[in-house]
């Protein structure tokens, strides 16, 4: 009884835990996605949180009149009362009420009152600018004005999704192939092989992005889909085939030894039994380099490029940054645009997720 009273508050506190962790994720994505709709004036006066109906300071129609002599730079007299111009430019609390500049130079001061505000002004023209491009009127030097359209982000778009797919897709499957001869097959080397690619796990990613550029230039594939797709398919294959060799080795024995006597070949066995039974690990792998993949910025800019009928994601919002980084507006559409194929790619798999993570770590 007392072992069952323990378990059942061991497990209420993970999941208290879970779930301020999640809340800590929830929160500044909701922020984002919200402040994706506001217009630009609205986010850089106030928060995100004020879409929702809150109590702000809003004027009540009162005002005061001061003197026109009344000399700013000395402490200024109201209703009795003594302040500073700056405590008026920002706002004083008197009984109740707020007293703020309404005029400065009239001299006249706006009496405010406590009440519930609720503007939800929002807009879908921040994601239509980003889509398509937003308009920027430019000044001549003989005084004339010219307008020019930006780049859109559904370009951007479309070239990281051509180039995420396939990055993904094939060295998962080379992964899964070299994963099961490491697993099950006997050839000499194998695990000197093995050795070698772990330890290319801890060899930093840029120490071979200048001698693989070399060889694209001489190879001709710099600047094409074929040379990243290689390029993320060649940094990704350590890591994938690890991860798939902990779950194929673990799988039973049995199995091989059925097949064998059946007749299957490798090739069967690992088409009708390996994948089926490795869809778990396949899908968190997969997330797990889509997510790469689809947020890198240094292995597309080198063996892509940075020309806009190339450009990534992660190109094309570090250019809205660069170049117009007041247009938060525009920066958080972007942003909410960027994470909505890993979300998607997450939710879809997400049975399969946890299945794969905790495959190998339990024998049997």
Known sequence: MVGRKKRKGSKTLVNIILGFICLLWLIPTLGLFISSFRPAADILQTGW?????????????????????????QPIEVGGKTFTDDQLKSGVTVDGDRLMWENRRARTLSVMEKGWEFKPALTLDNYKNVLSGKEYKLKNADGSETVQKGSGLSQAFWNTLTIAVPATV????????????????RFPGRK?????????????????????????????LNGSYLGIWLAHTAFGLPLVIYFMYNFISQLPKDLFESAFIDGASHFTIFSRLILPLSVPALASIGIFQFLWVWNDYLVSLIFIGNQPDVQVMSMKIADLVGSRGNDWHLLTSAAFISMLMPLAIFFLLQKYFVRGLMGGSVKG
């Open 170 to 185: 094939i060295p998962v499957l080379i992964a899964s192939f070299a994963a099961y001869a490491f697993a099950w097959l």
């Open 192 to 220: 000197t092989l093995f050795v070698v690619i772990i330890a290319m796990l801890v060899i930093p990613l840029q120490v071979a992005l200048i001698p693989v550029l070399k060889d694209y230039t001489a190879l001709g």
């Open 49 to 73: 949180w004020n879409v929702f109906p809150h109590q702000d300071w809003k004027k009540s129609g009162e005002s005061v009149q001061l003197p026109k002599e009344t000399d700013l730079r």
